[in-house]
């Protein structure tokens, strides 16, 4: 079983920057590709970024490239999630997940969940 935690969401105005955080249990992350996503109200969850399990390729969804980071630190077992020049439509709740596959944009493939992180961007 992987617990993992999101940290770092908060209130921040348009044009700023927030970095989420996810760390996870145990020994094994490094076995895992991981992904973040979102959800915002009356809207389905959608994927924000997923990077391999050694951190060598990543990615984040179109719309989102060029703000939105996704890195790794196996040695601390967190995922991280740099998001720059932050839009009100980025308000959500954030996600980060665990994928014992090669990682991809479709939420079935992840295996494990947190509980997420509320993300509030103001105009």
């Known amino acids: 079983q992987v617990q993992l935690v999101e940290s770092g969401g908060g209130l921040v105005q348009a044009g700023g920057s927030l970095r989420l955080s996810c760390t996870t249990s145990?020994?094994?992350?490094?076995?895992?590709?991981m992904g973040w996503f979102r959800q915002a109200p009356g809207k389905e969850r959608e994927c924000v970024a997923v990077i391999n399990q050694s951190g060598r390729n990543s990615y984040a969804a179109g719309s989102l490239m060029g703000r939105f980071t996704v890195s790794r630190d196996n040695a601390v077992n967190t995922v991280y999630l740099q998001m720059n020049s932050l839009k009100p439509e980025d308000t959500a709740v954030y996600y980060c997940?665990?994928?014992?596959?090669?990682?991809?944009?479709?939420?079935?493939?992840?295996?494990?969940w947190g509980q997420g992180t509320q993300v509030t961007v103001s105009s």
């Open positions: 145990g020994n094994s992350f490094s076995g895992y590709a």
């Open positions: 997940a665990a994928s014992k596959t090669y990682g991809s944009s479709w939420a079935a493939e992840y295996d494990y």
